[in-house]
Structures are given as structure tokens and as C-alpha cells.
């Protein structure tokens, strides 16, 4: 079955700072990958795509099948990235389902 | 904001009861799909449906139960069997083919 997995919980960093998100998965075929992001008070919303290869918010994620990961990152971060990050999977052979990661918190500083 | 609605926002369940939470979309989506969030585990999978009038189990189907009478709307039933319900439970619904989720609000259940 997939996995994904975000090993940190949180992370915290200074506005300005670069931040790194990471994200593994475990699928021997071509999954899609994801991140959502869910801010205060806000639902849960899409933040990229792996296939459309698109910055976001100044966020990029690049898929590296050899190594099976999917990290997350922003030159600069900004105080409005806090938020909780997940990192998600979806196989299309399987109903396009998604499988999350368990998330990453992310605090930045003044 | 909008296209997919959750009510009620919180919910309140005495032991044995069953309460069903409803979900529902205008954005013509085929697939929809319940999840359970608690804290440090992410998003777990309850149920997912692609069409209407019929629906899967996912990760953790287990003291759960759906319908999906209608396009628009995918209702879960926390049944007296989970014996853990205690979480927020978001909703999703995507177009067919892809895997780009719409979220709804949540609802928190909540145990007396």
C-alpha cells in the first residue's frame, strides 16, 4: 500500500529564512503528488501540483521519483506561510484517492 | 469560499447514538470523499464515492456508514461501533480523472 511521510511535525523559522518541507512517499508506480495547506481558521486547500510544475505563493516542490520525495520550498518565508502543511498522494488506478502525509506545522517568526 | 458546505459545524454525541453529518456540493463534481483529521495522523480516508449510488471503504471504514442517493450530497453516519468518533471530519468532492480535492469546512464531533 502508499505511504507518505512528513518527518517533521514543526517547524519554525524567522521571516526572511529559507523553509524546506519534507515529504517521502512509497509507490512503485507513477503516483500524482500534492501539498495542501490549511491556514487558521481557513478549510483545507490546495497549494500545487506536482504535474503542473507552477510556483505558488513563492512555494515550489519538485518530484524526485529516484528518490521517492516531494519536498516543499520557499526562498523567503513570510509570516502569512504559517499554517499546517500536507503532503498527498494519488494514484489514478485507484479512484484518485488521496493519501496524506501526517503534516508539517509551520511557524514564522518576526 | 462556497461549493461545498458541511453542517453542522460542531456536533454533540451521547454513547450509543448514531448522528450523521451532511456534506454537500453544486460544483458538479462526480467523486466525493470523508476523511477524519486528529491531531499528528493527518487525514485518514473513511469512505469515498465516484459515482452516485455507489461508494468504497477506505483506510478506516470501521463503525462508519454512507449514502449516495444523490450527486449532490454524500451524508456519513457515525454509528454507536466507533468507539473513538472524537475528531474533525472534513469533506471532499473532485472531478472525475483527477486528483484535486475541494475541501469542505469540517465538522467537529464531539463525545458527552
Known amino acids: 500500500a502508499q505511504r507518505v511521510t512528513q518527518p517533521e511535525k514543526l517547524l519554525s523559522v524567522f521571516k526572511g529564512a529559507p523553509v524546506e518541507l519534507k515529504c517521502n512517499y512509497s509507490y512503485s508506480g507513477s503516483p500524482e503528488l500534492f501539498w495542501y495547506v490549511q491556514y487558521s481558521r481557513q478549510r483545507l486547500q490546495l497549494l500545487l501540483r506536482h504535474i503542473s510544475r507552477e510556483s505558488i505563493k513563492g512555494f515550489t516542490a519538485d518530484l524526485n521519483k529516484g528518490e521517492t520525495s516531494f519536498h516543499l520550498k520557499k526562498p523567503f518565508a513570510q509570516e502569512e506561510d504559517s499554517a499546517m502543511y500536507y503532503c498527498?498522494?494519488?494514484?489514478?488506478?485507484?479512484?484518485?484517492?488521496?493519501?496524506f502525509g501526517g503534516g508539517t506545522r509551520v511557524l514564522v517568526k518576526p | 469560499d462556497g461549493g461545498i458546505t458541511q453542517s453542522p459545524k460542531y456536533l454533540f454525541r451521547k454513547e450509543g447514538q448514531n448522528v450523521t453529518l451532511s456534506c454537500e456540493q453544486n460544483l458538479n463534481h462526480d467523486a466525493m470523499y470523508w476523511y477524519r483529521q486528529d491531531p499528528g495522523q493527518g487525514l485518514r480516508l473513511i469512505y469515498y464515492s465516484q459515482i452516485v449510488n455507489d461508494f468504497q471503504k477506505g483506510d478506516i471504514a470501521e463503525g462508519y456508514s454512507v449514502s449516495r442517493e444523490k450527486k449532490e450530497s454524500f451524508p456519513l453516519t457515525v454509528t454507536s461501533a466507533q468507539k473513538n468518533p472524537t475528531a474533525f471530519y472534513l469533506c471532499a468532492s473532485s472531478a472525475t480523472g483527477t486528483g484535486t480535492q475541494y475541501f469542505g469546512p469540517g465538522t467537529r464531533l464531539l463525545v458527552l
Open positions: 498527498a498522494l494519488s494514484i489514478k488506478a485507484a479512484g484518485n484517492k488521496l493519501t
